[in-house]
């Protein structure tokens, strides 16, 4: 029923676009200035040039939403989910009902750090966006460009790298509550940041930054710290965590050099307060009192990037970025008196639980030859990843599928070079194949490839097609867990094969002028995406029960996504739409027997988002709102039990957001208000989500925390 409404739709709509057009004025009257794209170019360019469809999330569309993170943008973007995990207080995301592990986040075209290497499995919540001039969004394969780990798509956010006043000195404060609790103290979020820029001369500009969040928790039906009751209500339902922020950048531009150094730092505190109470003396020969043993989780993460653009012989374009990353996960233990309300031991040092230090260096060369026709682009990357695991670290950190007996310290070391080409005519015709070779130190050689093209039907249409594939390396606790007791038996794999993927896309751009200053753009696009060689946690035998990690499923999903966007006068209005299916063929082992999912179908899944924003120029003033529906899902779960699967169900549900931004002082004083979750959700019920090592499913997902308000005071003074 979801797929005949959308074709309709979109039917629909593609005869009022050609009956409209009718009415469109000479298209060389049109002057748009496009954005800037940086994602898997051979050099910065405008949006409609590129080869890739890419979309942007614009610094003013941050600011409308008073967004301090990633994940408050991308929560609202068609195929995106991100969930918390309340038990560890990080948040995990998924694209086409991938996770994290298929699709790359980068800090300008650098792959962020994490515990299972470079770019993936990113926690969203832990990217701050207070200096971030856009962020650009690749959907599908882009494995020749990026290497391993892209099959569903890139991210880029994209760093403010100049001003074009002498100085600018800009901050702000955010009061929000969570849901309906908020204090001064205790409850709520709150938001400080500062941020200095300044022009040393016409080829120098240095910016410095620094922003706090602290988010305070969620209590719900908890009851917090100082609850001295043996119920289970002690504690938070979402861990308070306090981030601290900082950036610096210097840099240099000559006519045919230019870089750029740049620090970014991340400290997190979560604090997990535990339910369990004791009433005891703390120390021999003390008075009883009640108390508790709580533990604060702490992430460091160091960001080093330099940045190298130069002209070799007057003509080939050199890009080089070179980075040093280091992510820490620690972690203390300390007795919390609640009589006293105060801490026994908290000078406790920190232990390191699991860390990532990575090299990397990534340089491509281009403009070869001086054509408008021809251009190829040679390029390398090396990937040096260094990843420690302690003992027992799955019960540190609070997961439900891997652990280690003994700490863990293995290299995983990656080498590719990757070369492509761009042809374009005189017909509006480009085209552009690429390959990839990588050389990693534990796996056999492996190989990408892809093609792409833009055909300019007009000068407001255009239809690009992409194909290409992407392999994923398994990560480290797939390749090395090693947690047996007499509870359990999960071991790794050492002998896991990448998995092998690829995805293909059509797209159709169409822009509207009519003469009456509304402007139109409307686009269409399909993607298949496939997944061989799957890797998953896999029963091996039930007496005795042992799961492992075997490269065991198959994975596809296709669909169609859509989108409008209106601009008359004072406001902007955008519709996007998606339907996309599943299908996943699901294997286990239980003593040797297969066991399958009955069909390997389609299960779709459709959503829709919208936003509008309205300025009203005399007050200075955008108003905005923000929409997506997600509708039900569906998914095959195993049953331990009976040793099958089954088909759960997932609950539909609408996010909804607005504020209103104002402009006072000439620009100097801005003031946004809103309200975030206004359908006040919380809970959605599901028995499509698996609890953990095949133990069966859960009732219900904690996505959102109800509704909350927002009171942003933001300054900008420039001279």
């Not at 003033?621 to 997506?628: A, G, L, Q, R, V």
């Not at 957001?657 to 002082?665: G, H, M, Q, V, W």
């Amino acid at each position: 029923m979801y797929i005949n409404r959308f074709y309709s739709f979109f039917i629909l709509y593609f005869i009022f676009c050609f009956t409209k057009s009718q009415h469109i004025k000479d298209s060389l009257s049109y002057r748009n200035i496009d954005d800037v794209i940086i994602t898997g170019q051979y050099s910065p360019q405008s949006l409609a040039k590129s080869i890739y469809q890419v979309e942007i999330i614009s610094e003013q569309d941050i600011k409308n939403r008073a967004a301090s993170t990633l994940a408050d943008v991308l929560n609202y973007n068609l195929n995106f989910l991100v969930v918390p995990k309340q038990d560890t207080g990080d948040s995990q995301v998924s694209l086409f009902g991938l996770n994290g592990q298929y699709f790359k986040v980068m800090i300008d075209n650098i792959p962020l750090v994490s515990d299972n290497g470079m770019g993936n499995t990113i926690d969203l919540t832990k990217i701050n966006l207070d200096n971030v001039e856009q962020i650009e969004i690749v959907r599908g394969s882009m494995g020749v460009d990026y290497g391993s780990n892209s099959l569903t798509g890139i991210i880029n956010i994209i760093t403010k790298k100049k001003i074009p006043e002498k100085w600018k000195i800009s901050g702000y404060t955010q009061e929000e509550s969570v849901g309906n609790e908020y204090d001064w103290k205790e409850k709520g979020r709150h938001i400080q940041s500062l941020e200095v820029s300044h022009n040393l001369s016409n080829k120098w500009f240095i910016s410095a930054g620094i922003n706090s969040n602290n988010f305070q928790g969620f209590f719900d039906n908890k009851e917090g710290k100082r609850y001295y009751e043996n119920d289970g209500k002690r504690g938070y339902e979402w861990l308070p965590k306090q981030q601290w922020n900082a950036n610096a950048l210097i840099s240099f531009k000559s006519k045919n050099f230019s870089a750029f150094y740049k620090v970014q730092f991340l400290d997190e505190i979560i604090k997990y307060y535990n339910p369990i109470v004791k009433y005891a003396p703390l120390y021999l020969g003390g008075l009883y009192t009640y108390s508790s043993t709580d533990r604060d989780y702490n992430t460091q993460r160091w960001l080093h990037h330099v940045f190298l653009k130069t002209r070799f012989f007057n003509q080939i374009d050199y890009n080089g970025d070179f980075s040093y990353q280091e992510q820490n996960r620690k972690y203390r233990d300390y007795i919390y008196d609640i009589g006293k309300r105060e801490v026994f031991n908290f000078k406790n040092p920190y232990k390191s639980y699991a860390k990532t230090e990575a090299w990397y260096n990534r340089g491509t060369f281009s403009n070869f030859i001086k054509s408008k026709i021809l251009d190829f682009q040679l390029g390398y990357e090396i990937n040096l990843i260094e990843g420690f695991r302690a003992a027992n670290s799955a019960s540190i950190a609070g997961l439900n599928v891997s652990g280690f007996q003994e700490d863990v310290r293995k290299h995983l070391d990656n080498y590719d070079i990757f070369i492509s080409s761009e042809i374009r005519t005189n017909v509006g015709l480009s085209l552009r194949p690429g390959f990839r070779s990588s050389f990693n130190s534990k796996f056999e050689n492996q190989y990408s490839y892809s093609f792409a093209m833009k055909y300019e039907l007009s000068k407001l249409s255009d239809i690009r097609a992409e194909f290409s594939s992407s392999n994923r390396t398994p990560n480290f606790d797939e390749l090395y867990t090693y947690f047996v007791d007499s509870n359990h038996d999960i071991q790794g794999n050492s002998d896991l094969n990448p998995e092998k993927g690829y995805s293909t896309a059509i797209h159709w751009n169409q822009k509207i002028i009519s003469n009456n200053d509304l402007k139109t753009s409307f686009n269409l696009s399909t993607i298949y995406i496939e997944l061989k060689d799957k890797i998953e946690l896999s029963t091996v035998s039930i007496v005795p029960l042992h799961y492992k990690y075997i490269n065991i499923d198959k994975y596809s999903s296709w669909g169609i996504q859509g989108g409008n966007s209106f601009q008359y006068k004072n406001i902007d209005f955008s519709l996007g739409a998606s339907v996309f299916g599943i299908s996943r063929k699901l294997n286990d082992n239980i003593n040797g027997i297969h066991v399958t999912v009955p069909n390997d179908k389609y299960l779709y899944n459709f959503q829709l988002n919208s936003n509008v924003n309205y300025t009203i120029q005399k007050w200075e003033t955008t108003i905005s709102i923000y929409y997506k529906y997600t509708g039900k899902e569906s998914g095959y779960i195993y049953d331990s039990n009976s040793d099958s699967f089954y088909l759960g169900k997932q609950e539909d549900f609408n996010q909804l957001d607005a504020s209103i931004r104002k402009y006072l002082f000439k620009n100097k004083i801005e003031i946004t208000a809103g309200v975030r979750n206004i359908f006040d959700i919380k809970n959605v019920n599901t028995t499509a989500a698996q609890s953990g090592a095949h133990q069966g499913p859960i009732s219900s997902i904690n996505l959102f925390y109800g509704r909350s308000y927002f009171l942003k005071l933001g300054f900008n003074l420039d001279f």
